[in-house]
């Protein structure tokens, strides 16, 4: 019935565990922002089984339109249509929405690293006391690829473009706790991926 929805398995195969933690991660927050929502299959899952909170879709207009057919399909009274952000163009233009979380799934590893850097420069200014920060993918540790797969996906990733490839976890961590977020957890994912959740700190904290 939709033939043009853009599709991704990989999206198909982690979306549950990604919400098994997602539900605990999230039980008090009231509204996700999703930065680069992709193809849309994580918002239209994710949404209407976290009815609490508002998912609010993201993503460069080139990919608003699959967004779209998603939602179309799969509508929920929580799940908004997506906003154009872009990590470069700051300040980011979320109309009215106020985000006390922020949901991204492979991003850093497409990224350039100073769009990594600039995604968190943002958060720093946008994301109030307390809020949620949650990133899935890859991740290296210790400047070392977890797995012989990662290492195989690194190399295709450079092969696309050079200013992508699977980050280190150190690097990306100390990027979030400029931006005030300490690490709350790191869950091991199935096929070799990461599911970081990140706090930020209180002004008054130490």
């Known amino acids: 019935m939709y033939p043009e929805k853009p599709f991704s398995q990989a999206c198909e ?28 299959q994580h918002a239209v899952y994710f949404a209407p089984r976290l ?11 080139v990919n608003h339109e699959g967004i ?17 952000v872009n990590a470069d163009q700051r300040p980011w233009q979320l109309d009215d929405y106020q985000p006390d979380a922020l949901y991204t799934a492979n991003t ?23 809020a949620t920060l949650a990133i899935y993918g890859p991740f290296n540790y210790g400047g ?3 797995s012989d797969s990662n290492a195989r996906f690194d190399q295709w990733l450079k092969q696309q473009a050079p200013h992508q490839g ?19 957890e790191d869950n091991a994912m199935p096929a070799n991926n990461r599911l970081l959740i990140w706090k930020k700190r209180s002004t008054t904290s130490d």
């Open 13 to 40: 195969n982690n979306r549950q565990p990604i919400l098994d933690i997602l539900q605990r991660a999230l039980a008090d927050r009231q509204q996700v922002l999703e930065l680069g929502s992709g193809t849309g």
């Open 51 to 61: 009815p609490h909170l508002t998912w609010q879709t993201t993503d460069l207009a």
């Open 68 to 84: 779209n057919a998603w939602i179309d399909e799969f509508p929920a009274d929580n799940l908004r249509r997506p906003l154009l």
């Open 108 to 130: 850093c590893h497409i990224m350039a690293w100073s769009s990594v850097e600039n995604l968190f420069a943002e958060l720093e200014i946008l994301m109030p006391e307390d």
């Open 144 to 146: 070392r690829f977890t």
């Open 166 to 184: 699977i980050r280190d976890f150190e690097a990306v961590n100390r990027l979030a706790e400029t931006a005030g977020f300490r690490l709350a």
